[in-house]
């Protein structure tokens, strides 16, 4: 049977704006497949009004709006990417011209170091597509792209791309200055709880379902939820590994330091020795 993912460690440890951000990604994900689930109706009521609860206690210039559209423009960036890589795919395998074949056989040499785009988390989605772009940047990359007809996909992609990372650094620049540290350290813990509670549900009507089309309708919800824990587990272990090593980078500056003004005292007291003490 389909699970929901283990994902206590992600609700613990997740930094406030990636939590913040988690759930509007849940919201949007599976929010036009609750119309088709009505016994999940009152449960799924009370996570989305938690999860505005928890929108409303960051008290900064269109809290709410940045962040749903954080996720729309996210999803934006995976379709131009799917065009962008499915006609460079295709049209290496079936263009019948030559320069075109040669053209996307040339341009899938680069595509195929990012193949992987689409699944990594927001820091590393923003990261790859830039690093894409910068390689196809070149005149004889350009020229290829516009004889398959990819310039206005990637031109797009990259206009997308640039608002989503000029957004994400102002929405998490508003989140890591909060100061009501209690108040949404209580309203997470709502938000957990009816998550939880949602997900308990999800599972026992999955358990007990006999018809094939809600068994998959469940299923498919279920995988939506599945992503987002995938996609931000990547990113909390991308920034634990961030934090230790500027942990220790201090920890290794201080040391450092420290020796420094260890040896600089024992030269400073053998210059100040007299031959008779030495």
Do not use: C
Not at 88 to 109: E, G, H, M, N, T
Not at 223 to 242: C, P
Not at 246 to 261: M, N, P, Y
Request: glycine share 2%; net charge positive.
């Amino acid at each position: 049977m389909t699970k929901i993912l283990e994902h206590s460690i992600l609700m613990r440890r997740i930094l406030s704006a990636d939590f913040v951000q988690f759930f509007a990604n849940i919201i949007l994900a599976i929010t036009g497949q609750m119309t088709t689930i009505p016994r999940l109706t009152p449960l799924w009521n009370q996570l989305q009004q938690s999860v505005q609860e928890l929108d409303d206690s960051f008290k900064w210039p269109a809290r709410a709006s940045e962040t749903r559209k954080l996720a729309i423009l996210n999803r934006q960036r995976n379709g131009l990417l799917t065009i962008f890589f499915n006609a460079v795919r295709d049209q290496a395998k079936y263009a019948i011209a030559p320069l075109i074949l040669q053209s996307a056989a040339a341009i899938k040499f680069v595509t195929d170091n990012y193949a992987e785009a689409k699944t990594k988390d927001y820091e590393g989605k923003t990261a790859l597509i830039i690093n894409m772009l910068n390689d196809l940047e070149t005149p004889e990359a350009a020229a290829h792209i516009d004889r398959i007809g990819q310039t206005a996909n990637l031109a797009s992609l990259k206009s997308k791309n640039e608002e989503f990372q000029q957004l994400y650094i102002l929405r998490n620049q508003a989140i890591y200055q909060h100061k009501v540290r209690g108040v949404t350290s209580s309203i997470r813990k709502k938000v957990i709880a009816s998550f939880e509670n949602f997900n308990a549900a999800l599972e026992g009507l999955l358990l007990t379902e006999a018809d094939p089309s809600a068994i998959a309708q469940l299923e498919s919800t279920i995988k939506a939820i599945n992503a987002e824990i995938v996609d931000f587990t990547s990113l909390l272990h991308r920034r634990l590994g961030q934090i230790k090593a500027e942990k220790d980078r201090k920890q290794a500056a201080s040391e450092a330091a420290s020796k420094t003004a260890s040896e600089g005292k024992a030269k400073a007291d053998s210059a100040t020795q007299t031959p008779a003490t030495r």
